[in-house]
């Protein structure tokens, strides 16, 4: 937006996404010889599955509602030909993006989950290689090529080489990635924590920091649903999701990165912002009653074990509201509370999503139920939630419209 200039509200930028990925992302990038082994998509009888490493993996309703109404979500799988086109072609789904005012999006991929844990997990790791490669290619020549300016590219890492990881992350910048995917939380996963004290993360947050790529980390992305208890309601579960997000917040503002790589960001997606305020104050009232000791390499007893840091980290300069103004990104599909406490928040540090094409889509209102949100904010303001701060962030031009 020009000095000067109205701010143009017609228009959003989504910072969270979804791309089934289609048929041939492997198969048509995949040396021959190994194309029998890598994820191909399989019909047979009434099923349609991906075939990958010796699992067999279904597209969920629930991945691909997009077009279908609430009455008629269902968890159970749905094939290619049941989807709305959207799910899997960038270019029918720019058709539904101008449908529902989004001018740009950043799409977070299906089969391999959030970021692309399928592939950390088969044995053949060179052959996984392969496939994260290939996947990227595909993301950001084909994906985003179909339709320059209209999507965001984001791209994966092999999570169980952290150097080869910064190698492919340094190859995607230059062809053009503005992200890659990462876990909230690794340690379900059987990775390392971002407090390992060999510093297995160290290359990945050095070339993001050189780079410039944002580390985005979607709800989720540590395969795991929070259970309240033993026999809590599936939509309890759900719905207390966001502790995870907080967690990561948490995880990140006391891990030694955010104050040593000046130029990383972190963005939490499709984890809601409202309960951000709570968490900052009370890690705020931690850090001032407890920093001495804790800074002293005390451990402490809890429950009958002493833990105690595992990377040191300056207790006594920690300035955790600076941190997080300068490191760390919030993103809301609809998040009233938030709009009510975003002085609190920063307005410079939360970015709108749509989450298309999820159940929990806005999707096919998307600017309609953003603006009615944010209504009471001024208009500079809204501007930078519905598209600003995520041009800023991810260092993206979009097209004209």
């Given at each position: 937006?020009?000095?000067?200039?109205?701010?143009?509200?017609?228009?959003?930028?989504?910072?969270?996404?979804?791309?089934?990925?289609?048929?041939?992302?492997?198969?048509?990038?995949?040396?021959?010889?190994?194309?029998?082994?890598?994820?191909?998509?399989?019909?047979?009888?009434?099923?349609?599955?991906?075939?990958?490493?010796?699992?067999?993996?279904?597209?969920?309703?629930?991945?691909?509602?997009?077009?279908?109404?609430?009455?008629?979500?269902?968890?159970?799988?749905?094939?290619?030909?049941?989807?709305?086109?959207?799910?899997?072609?960038?270019?029918?789904?720019?058709?539904?993006?101008?449908?529902?005012?989004?001018?740009?999006?950043?799409?977070?991929?299906?089969?391999?989950?959030?970021?692309?844990?399928?592939?950390?997990?088969?044995?053949?790791?060179?052959?996984?290689?392969?496939?994260?490669?290939?996947?990227?290619?595909?993301?950001?020549?084909?994906?985003?090529?179909?339709?320059?300016?209209?999507?965001?590219?984001?791209?994966?890492?092999?999570?169980?080489?952290?150097?080869?990881?910064?190698?492919?992350m340094e190859r995607c910048a230059g062809m053009?990635?503005?992200?890659?995917?990462?876990?909230?939380?690794?340690?379900?996963?059987?990775?390392?924590?971002?407090?390992?004290?060999?510093?297995?993360?160290?290359?990945?947050?050095?070339?993001?920091?050189?780079?410039?790529?944002?580390?985005?980390?979607?709800?989720?992305?540590?395969?795991?649903?929070?259970?309240?208890?033993?026999?809590?309601?599936?939509?309890?579960?759900?719905?207390?999701?966001?502790?995870?997000?907080?967690?990561?917040?948490?995880?990140?503002?006391?891990?030694?990165?955010?104050?040593?790589?000046?130029?990383?960001?972190?963005?939490?997606?499709?984890?809601?912002?409202?309960?951000?305020?709570?968490?900052?104050?009370?890690?705020?009232?931690?850090?001032?009653?407890?920093?001495?000791?804790?800074?002293?390499?005390?451990?402490?007893?809890?429950?009958?074990?002493?833990?105690?840091?595992?990377?040191?980290?300056?207790?006594?300069?920690?300035?955790?509201?600076?941190?997080?103004?300068?490191?760390?990104?919030?993103?809301?599909?609809?998040?009233?509370?938030?709009?009510?406490?975003?002085?609190?928040?920063?307005?410079?540090?939360?970015?709108?999503?749509?989450?298309?094409?999820?159940?929990?889509?806005?999707?096919?209102?998307?600017?309609?139920?953003?603006?009615?949100?944010?209504?009471?904010?001024?208009?500079?303001?809204?501007?930078k939630l519905l598209r600003?701060?995520?041009?800023?962030?991810?260092?993206?031009?979009?097209?004209?419209?």
């Amino acid at each position: 937006m020009a000095q000067g200039e109205s701010p143009r509200l017609d228009w959003l930028i989504s910072v969270d996404d979804h791309v089934l990925e289609p048929p041939g992302v492997w198969q048509d990038r995949i040396p021959a010889k190994l194309r029998d082994r890598a994820p191909r998509l399989v019909t047979t009888g009434d099923r349609e599955y991906w075939e990958y490493d010796g699992k067999q993996v279904e597209s969920s309703g629930l991945s691909a509602a997009a077009g279908r109404s609430k009455e008629q979500f269902s968890p159970k799988p749905l094939t290619y030909a049941e989807m709305r086109p959207g799910c899997y072609d960038a270019v029918a789904r720019v058709a539904d993006m101008d449908q529902a005012g989004i001018l740009a999006s950043l799409c977070f991929p299906s089969f391999t989950r959030f970021c692309g844990q399928v592939f950390w997990e088969a044995d053949d790791k060179d052959l996984a290689l392969l496939c994260v490669r290939a996947y990227n290619d595909w993301m950001i020549e084909e994906w985003c090529g179909a339709a320059p300016g209209r999507y965001i590219p984001m791209t994966l890492i092999p999570l169980w080489d952290p150097h080869e990881a910064a190698r492919e992350m340094e190859r995607c910048a230059g062809m053009g990635s503005r992200a890659f995917a990462l876990s909230e939380n690794p340690e379900p996963l059987g990775l390392p924590t971002v407090h390992d004290a060999s510093g297995y993360w160290d290359p990945v947050m050095r070339a993001a920091d050189d780079t410039g790529m944002v580390v985005c980390m979607h709800v989720g992305s540590s395969s795991t649903m929070p259970q309240i208890s033993s026999g809590s309601s599936v939509l309890a579960n759900m719905s207390w999701g966001g502790i995870r997000p907080a967690g990561a917040m948490l995880e990140w503002l006391f891990s030694p990165y955010l104050q040593e790589l000046p130029n990383l960001r972190i963005a939490l997606s499709e984890g809601g912002v409202g309960w951000m305020p709570y968490f900052l104050e009370r890690a705020e009232q931690i850090v001032d009653k407890q920093r001495h000791w804790a800074s002293a390499g005390e451990g402490v007893e809890l429950y009958g074990k002493v833990v105690s840091e595992s990377r040191a980290i300056d207790l006594h300069n920690l300035d955790l509201r600076a941190t997080f103004r300068d490191h760390i990104f919030g993103c809301f599909i609809e998040d009233n509370h938030a709009m009510r406490s975003l002085a609190e928040i920063g307005e410079d540090n939360v970015m709108v999503e749509t989450d298309y094409p999820h159940s929990d889509s806005t999707w096919p209102n998307s600017i309609k139920v953003a603006r009615d949100q944010m209504a009471h904010l001024p208009e500079s303001t809204q501007y930078k939630l519905l598209r600003g701060n995520a041009e800023r962030l991810f260092r993206f031009q979009p097209a004209d419209r």
